[in-house]
Nanobody, 123 residues
Framework: QVQLVESGGGVVQAGGSLRLSCAAS????????VGWFRQAPGKEREFVSA????????YFADSVKGRFTISRDNAKNTVYLQMNSLKPEDTAVYSC????????????????WGQGTQVTVSS
């Protein structure tokens, strides 16, 4: 079992930065891959980024590549999503999710989900 809690969302102007955190509890987190997904009003949930259980492999959606980075601190059971050069189109509810070992861009592949945190980017 893994429980996930996101934090760090908020309102920021275009060009600004936010760092989201995904704090986990549960013994299996250390062997879990973590993905970040987002969902804007009226749109489907979309993949943003993911990191495997070792932290060695990371993946990004084309829309955020070069602006977002992902990292994990297994000692703190936390995964971070650093978001720079934010754009109004990044506005969405961001959720983290966990699955065993390796990453996947399909949200249906993830077993555990957090409640989400709102990110709003004003123009």
């Amino acid at each position: 079992q893994v429980q996930l809690v996101e934090s760090g969302g908020g309102v920021v102007q275009a060009g600004g930065s936010l760092r989201l955190s995904c704090a986990a509890s549960g013994r299996t987190f250390i062997t879990s891959a973590v993905g970040w997904f987002r969902q804007a009003p009226g749109k489907e949930r979309e993949f943003v980024s993911a990191i495997d259980w070792t932290g060695a492999d990371t993946y990004f959606a084309d829309s955020v590549k070069g602006r977002f980075t992902i990292s994990r601190d297994n000692a703190k059971n936390t995964v971070y999503l650093q978001m720079n050069s934010l754009k109004p189109e990044d506005t969405a509810v961001y959720s983290c999710a966990a699955r065993s070992l390796v990453t996947n861009t399909n949200p249906d592949a993830y077993r555990y989900w957090g409640q989400g945190t709102q990110v709003t980017v004003s123009s």
